[in-house]
Each structure stands twice: as structure tokens, then as C-alpha cells.
């Protein structure tokens, strides 16, 4: 691990990933001075995007930010912290929904992992209605989705 690098952990589906997503990535850079995408492959529950392209997609919005990078991990989300060196757990938080979900798995990686912080932080009002699974929804009937993705990213080149 690097001496007084702050890296945080940004684990999820990311199936795919959204422009909430990266409000998320985006808040973050100013707190961390890395932040690992990671993207949960022991769940792929025949989702849209294979974890290849997912991972893909994030490299493309992230490319030529040095501080960014995405990697694939199949484990528990605390064992990848550790062999990565990141003490802080990222998640974005939406709603009352998410909020009791986030704190629940909170509570279990602080007693299974006491030196791993989670940060919450609150999506902006424009993507609270945002999710993956949304998207995936207009992706299957064909329907434009510019307005949920990163700009300049075009989903139909990670189908
Ligand atoms: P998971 O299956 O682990 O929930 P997701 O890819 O759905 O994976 O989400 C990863 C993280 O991003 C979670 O913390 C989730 O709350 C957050 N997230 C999802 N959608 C948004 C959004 N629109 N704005 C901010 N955060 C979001």
C-alpha cells in the first residue's frame, strides 16, 4: 500500500453504469486521491452488459484521469479493500431506500472489517430517479438513453 494515499473503493453491479454513477465518482475525487471503480463479478446475474464491457464503459468516461481506474473482483467487498490498500468503502446513497440498505451492509463490513470506513454521499436532486436497472428497461425496448449516460458514451457500443 502507498503511504498516505487515501483510495476509496467504489464497489457495484455498474450494469451499466449511470450519470448517477458518476456523481458519485466525481464527489468522491474531491475527498480521495484514488478511487477503484470495482465491479462486482461473482454477481452476474445475466445482466445487460458482460462485467468485460462494464468495465470497458467506466475506463472509456474515466480514460486520461490517472486517479480513476476499474477493476473486476470476486470476493467480498472487504477482502478487496485489503488487497488494494483502501480503507473507504464509496456508495451512493438516493433515498430513504437506499439509505437502510447502505447502513446495513455498513454494519456488517464494520464488524468484519474495523479499519474500513464506508462513506455515503447523497446523489444530486437531477439523478435520484436514476438507476441501472432504468436503463436497462429502455436499452431492451430500444428507447434512447442519452440523457442517464455519460456524454459521449453510447451504449449500443457495449452491447
Ligand atoms: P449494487 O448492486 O451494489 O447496489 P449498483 O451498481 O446498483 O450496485 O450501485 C452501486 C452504488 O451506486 C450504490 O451505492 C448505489 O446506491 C449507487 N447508485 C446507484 N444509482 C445511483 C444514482 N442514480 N445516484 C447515485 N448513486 C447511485
Do not use: W
Not at 42 to 64: C, F, H, P, Q
Not at 130 to 157: A, Q, Y
Request: proline share 5%; glycine share 6%; charged share 25%.
Amino acid at each position: 500500500m502507498k503511504s498516505m494515499e487515501r483510495t476509496a473503493l467504489f464497489p457495484g453491479s455498474f450494469d451499466p453504469f449511470t450519470k448517477g454513477h458518476m456523481s458519485i465518482v466525481d464527489q468522491g475525487l474531491e475527498i480521495f486521491d484514488k478511487i477503484v471503480v470495482g465491479v462486482g463479478a461473482n454477481t452476474e446475474k445475466r445482466g445487460l452488459l458482460t462485467v468485460a464491457n462494464r468495465i470497458r464503459l467506466i475506463e472509456d468516461i474515466y480514460a486520461g484521469n490517472p486517479n480513476v481506474e476499474v477493476e473486476p473482483y470476486s470476493k467480498l467487498t472487504g477482502e478487496f479493500c485489503r488487497e488494494i490498500g483502501a480503507k473507504f468503502i464509496l456508495r451512493g446513497m438516493r433515498n430513504t431506500v437506499d439509505y437502510e440498505y447502505e447502513r446495513s451492509m455498513m454494519l456488517v463490513n464494520q464488524k468484519l472489517y474495523p479499519e474500513i470506513t464506508t462513506v455515503l454521499l447523497f446523489t444530486p436532486p437531477e439523478y435520484v430517479a436514476v438507476s441501472s436497472s432504468m436503463l436497462r428497461e429502455l436499452v431492451s425496448f430500444g428507447h434512447d438513453t442519452t440523457m442517464l449516460m455519460p456524454e459521449h458514451i453510447d451504449i449500443k457500443n457495449y452491447l
